[in-house]
């Protein structure tokens, strides 16, 4: 008599800790493209002379910025690697020697100046770009691109001459708009991009709901604009404070920014100056940089900038 033989399958039981780990394991090589049992690949050699260059620069990065502050706040040594004795007399003479109340003064004044200005006229001058055509509008793009693309004393000297000839030369005025001149296009060119991302029907929607044009640009816009625009501010704000060429064409004794005031003390008399003033005027120097940038990232943390375009796309 014949017998049919059923087959059966195992049902699934309660799963063990070690069936749960194996599976997991499975997971993880499936993702990475390995076998199961595969070794995951040694480093490729590239790899590891990125990471020695890196921290090759971070080495001679630190050590320079460790020799300028034992520098300020060491007296003179010779034959030992460290200086005898410690003071901050340095820092005192220096603040009242250079007058630094002023000059810090003159470098906020000037930093804050420009980046207002640089918003008030590459915001506009970027969403016309972002959302208009016109007849030479990439050659209008690519001149924008020319004060950044360009050393700053192939345009620096030709502007002092005109700021010379106005009369604003060593004014506080001429420095202001000689950095207007490479910082403005960077604001355009930094948002412009940024409006294009962002989906005309908003603004289309607001204005048929009769918002005129300064209403769509200040209620609507400018809401999803404002990361862009701390981000270019940040951006342009470290830009000035450390724009050397444009502000030494143009500046006099009572204009000079903080980088302006430290070239100009090592210069001096043939550089007669004490080497640990000098060395006391960089460190407050990186101090206020760090401190300005400290102060801009409080209001503005740069994934924002990142999230808000994600979220303009998907509108």
């Known amino acids: 008599m014949a017998t049919d033989v059923i087959a059966t399958t195992p049902t699934a ?9 194996a599976r997991k394991r499975a997971t993880r090589a499936a993702r990475s493209g390995r076998a199961p ?45 460290l200086p005898e004795v410690f003071t901050p007399q340095w820092y005192a003479k220096s603040w009242e020697r250079f007058d630094l109340t002023h000059v810090i003064g ?15 006229i590459g915001v506009p001058a970027a969403y016309l770009l972002a959302r208009r055509d016109f007849p030479g509008k990439k050659l209008l793009s690519l001149l924008f691109l020319l ?17 010379y000839n106005l009369g604003l030369g060593r004014t506080i005025w001429a420095v202001i ?24 029907s908003i603004e289309n929607a607001a204005r048929m709901c009769g918002a005129s044009m300064r209403q769509v640009f200040t209620r609507v816009l400018a809401p999803l604009l404002i990361p862009g625009i701390l981000a270019a ?20 004794p009572q204009s000079d920014t903080l980088v302006v005031a430290i070239y100009r003390a090592m210069t001096s008399a ?10 006391a005027m960089a460190v407050m120097y990186t101090m206020t940089m760090m401190i300005i940038l400290v102060v801009a990232l409080r209001f503005v943390n740069p994934t924002q900038l990142v999230a808000r375009v994600k979220d303009s796309r998907e509108d």
């Open 37 to 81: 049992g595969e070794k995951a690949l040694v480093a490729a050699p590239s790899t590891w002379f990125v990471w020695a260059g890196m921290a090759a620069f971070l080495i001679f990065l630190l050590g320079i910025l460790t020799s300028v502050i034992v520098d300020s706040f060491g007296k003179s040594w010779f034959s030992t690697w």
């Open 13 to 21: 039981g309660p799963q063990t800790p070690g069936s749960e780990r």
């Open 147 to 163: 004060p950044i693309l360009m050393p700053p004393i192939t345009f620096g000297i030709p502007l002092a001459t005109v700021m």
């Open 270 to 279: 043939g550089g007669g100056e004490a080497r640990q003033l000098v060395s």
């Open 177 to 200: 708009l000689v950095n207007l001149v490479p910082s403005v296009p960077f604001v355009i060119m930094t948002m412009t991009p940024f409006i294009e991302q962002i989906n005309p």
């Open 106 to 120: 003159v470098t906020l004044t000037v930093a804050v100046s420009v980046v207002v200005l640089s918003v008030l």
């Open 233 to 252: 501010a940040i951006l342009v704000l470290v830009r000035t404070v450390g724009m050397f060429e444009l502000t030494f064409l143009v500046s006099g």
